[in-house]
């Protein structure tokens, strides 16, 4: 997709869906519309058709039944601004417009009247108006004006544009006034049985035009109605994609989280069920190391007991300290190993806590024990959260600061909904392409984190493992002036 493209489409399933489908909707509604106009202004010209038709009979047979020189005023009396009247010696329209309305025309006049030669088009014919048709190029006289046969040229009327106002487009004040859209304009011409030629140019009302507020305005409600109505729809039926989206979230943080709810459509539950599945075998698989690693914990308990008893019974006192050095090594090992496996902070309730408090407690408890610490930040910040296992991620992480980096510097802000703590140290720090590495379980820097100094290299992932129980995370970064910065971010700090 083309970044223009994206800059432009909603970022939301619901947006993209509702969008596609109030385009279809305009795009049907459109050409609806346009076909409604199209077959409307057909069926307009169908009956304006057959309304000239009638009248044109109606006139031949009216001339035909008048003597000559009545003919001419009583024809005169017929001509009106949409519907001109002449009669000549020459025809006015062509005899070439066999199809659609000139043929329907056509066929209704030769049918009513037998015998006689008609012609029907929507263009002058060859002889335009000229003074032989009874439709000269004259002024407004129309009628009026005519003369029969033999008696020359007469002043007649013309095509609407030229001899009325307002023809040729709607007449000033005439039925076809007020914006009404004036279609093609009939000529008719019947051959009479004296010789004359009775012409007709008759134009074909199509009534008012569609881009009119009184028929716009429907549409314009209609599709705001359905737009509405679409987001709704949409916006129910893309809810199962928030609820999944919440279940995964609250699945990294806590395995044994509720299960998900199997309702809705049948691919909806099915998808419920298949994320329940994948869930319970996650729970029964992490249930199966923890038993596993308990297991093993135990058993190596006994024959570390005993080596215990054994050492004890040492003359070497040399020996006999370093042997219980390395038991307790093991036993430190071996208790951090289950306690990671277990994972206590997924277990353990969350609380609301004042996490500016617990923070300032343990660096009073840190200062106490002779450990280099301060606290920047408020003197009260209250969270959702689990104390035990928060209280030991940063325990962690303070150590580490005032082991490997002489003081601990922390601060405490606040960031929207989340919380943020620093930690800060002057040492040697870690380098950027090993700071992921040092989250893995049982991983040390050797630089830093030397075997004589202590440490099972389980801190950091338990400190992750615990503050991603959260839903947050640790961040490690360089501190201006040298040294470790150590970024934790909290989620569901009270308003």
């Given at each position: 997709?083309?970044?223009?493209?994206?800059?432009?489409?909603?970022?939301?399933?619901?947006?993209?869906?509702?969008?596609?489908?109030v385009a279809a909707l305009m795009i049907s509604a459109a050409t609806a519309v346009v076909l409604f106009d199209i077959q409307r202004q057909e069926a307009l010209e169908t009956i304006g058709g057959r309304n000239a038709a009638e009248?044109?009979?109606?006139?031949?047979?009216?001339?035909?039944?008048l003597p000559p020189e009545q003919r001419q005023d009583t024809l005169s009396s017929q001509d009106t601004a949409n519907f001109r009247v002449g009669w000549g010696t020459q025809p006015v329209a062509l005899d070439d417009?066999?199809?659609?309305?000139?043929?329907?025309?056509?066929?209704?006049?030769?049918?009513?009247?037998?015998?006689?030669?008609?012609?029907?088009?929507?263009?002058?014919?060859?002889?335009?108006?000229?003074?032989?048709?009874?439709?000269?190029?004259?002024?407004?006289?129309?009628?009026?004006?005519?003369r029969g046969p033999g008696e020359g040229p007469g002043p007649g009327f013309g095509p609407p544009s030229e001899s009325r106002p307002g023809f040729g487009g709607p007449p000033a004040g005439g039925p076809g006034g007020g914006g009404r859209v004036i279609g093609p304009a009939l000529r008719v011409s019947?051959?009479?049985k004296d010789g004359s030629w009775l012409n007709v140019l008759a134009p074909l009302d199509l009534g008012d035009p569609l881009w009119r507020p009184r028929f716009v305005a429907p549409l314009i409600i209609a599709l705001v109605l359905v737009t509405l109505f679409a987001l709704l729809a949409v916006r129910r039926a893309t809810r199962p994609f928030a609820a999944f989206a919440q279940a995964?979230?609250?699945?990294?943080?806590?395995?044994?989280?509720?299960?998900?709810?199997?309702?809705?459509?049948?691919?909806?539950?099915?998808?419920?069920?298949?994320?329940?599945?994948?869930?319970?075998?996650?729970?029964?698989?992490?249930q199966d190391r923890t038993q596993m690693l308990a297991a093993i914990s135990?058993?190596?308990?006994?024959?570390?007991?005993?080596?215990?008893?054994?050492?004890?019974?040492?003359?070497?006192?040399?020996?006999?300290?370093?042997?219980?050095?390395?038991?307790?090594?093991?036993?430190?090992?071996?208790?951090s190993t289950l306690a990671f496996a277990r994972d206590d902070a997924a277990r353990e309730p969350s609380i609301r806590l004042d996490l500016a408090a617990m923070i300032q407690g343990m660096v009073e408890d840190m200062e106490e024990l002779g450990g280099r610490c301060s606290y920047d930040g408020p003197q009260s910040l209250v969270l959702d959260a689990r104390?035990?296992?928060?209280?030991?991620?940063?325990?962690?992480?303070?150590?580490?600061?005032?082991?490997?980096?002489?003081?601990?510097?922390?601060?405490?802000?606040?960031l929207g909904q989340d919380a943020r703590i620093t930690i800060e140290d002057q040492g040697p720090g870690i380098p950027e392409e090993a700071r992921e590495r040092v989250f893995a379980p049982f991983v040390r820097l050797e630089t830093s984190r030397s075997r004589e100094t202590g440490g099972t290299g389980l801190g950091l992932a338990v400190a992750r493992a615990a503050i991603r129980a959260h839903g947050g995370d640790i961040t490690l970064g360089d501190r201006p002036g040298g040294g470790l910065r150590v970024t934790v971010t909290l989620p569901g700090m009270e308003k």
């Open positions: 997709m083309s970044p223009l493209l994206k800059r432009f489409l909603p970022d939301s399933v619901v947006g993209r869906t509702a969008l596609v489908l009248r044109v009979a109606a006139l031949v047979t009216l001339a035909e039944q417009e066999n199809f659609g309305l000139t043929a329907y025309v056509r066929s209704a006049l030769e049918e009513g009247l037998e015998g006689r030669e008609v012609k029907v088009s929507t263009r002058p014919g060859p002889l335009g108006y000229g003074p032989n048709t009874g439709m000269g190029r004259g002024g407004g006289g129309g009628g009026r004006h005519m019947v051959h009479l995964a979230e609250r699945l990294g943080i806590n395995v044994s989280a509720p299960a998900l709810a199997e309702t809705g459509p049948r691919e909806v539950r099915q998808a419920a069920q298949a994320f329940n599945v994948m869930q319970g075998r996650i729970t029964r698989f992490v135990h058993d190596l308990k006994t024959p570390i007991t005993r080596l215990r008893l054994r050492a004890e019974f040492m003359e070497d006192d040399d020996q006999r300290a370093k042997m219980l050095c390395d038991l307790e090594e093991m036993e430190a090992m071996i208790a104390p035990v296992a928060l209280k030991r991620a940063l325990a962690n992480l303070m150590d580490n600061a005032v082991k490997y980096g002489g003081s601990a510097a922390l601060s405490l802000t606040s």
